[in-house]
């Protein structure tokens, strides 16, 4: 059974940083896909950021202040989130994709396993 666990989530001020991590167990992802995702109260779930083995990928709106980096000996996935903004606050989900290719996967259906999410609140 596949299982993504996600911590790191919490209250923070604009401005500051918080690390999410995601650990998995029950398979290997090293060369596949794996995401991060965010959903804010009454907005569809969106992108922040994939990696796979070829590269990674960012949203506009997080660029140069998220960075997605993965621990393959771990099997853990993490996002480093600076320069926080109220805008940011949502629940963040971890993802998984079964298949591995070249192009870094940024919709959520093409992902195969989640986590149960973990709550980033930034207050202004």
């Known amino acids: 059974q596949v299982q993504l666990v996600e911590s790191g989530g919490g209250l923070v001020q604009a401005g500051g940083s918080l690390r999410l991590s995601c650990a998995a167990s029950?398979?290997?992802?090293?060369?596949?896909?794996m995401g991060w995702f965010r959903q804010a109260p009454g907005k569809e779930r969106e992108f922040v950021a994939a990696?796979?083995?070829?590269?990674?990928s960012s949203a506009d709106s997080v660029k140069g202040r998220f960075t997605i980096s993965r621990d393959n000996a771990k099997n853990t996935l993490y996002l480093q989130m600076d320069n926080l903004k109220a805008e940011d606050t949502a629940v963040y989900y971890c993802?998984?994709?079964?298949?591995?290719?070249?192009?870094?996967?940024?919709?959520?259906?093409?992902?195969?396993?989640w986590g149960q999410g973990t709550q980033v609140t930034v207050s202004s």
């Open positions: 990696i796979n083995w070829s590269g990674s």
């Open positions: 029950g398979r290997t992802f090293r060369n596949a896909a």
């Open positions: 993802a998984g994709r079964s298949a591995s290719e070249l192009r870094v996967a940024v919709v959520a259906g093409s992902y195969d396993y």
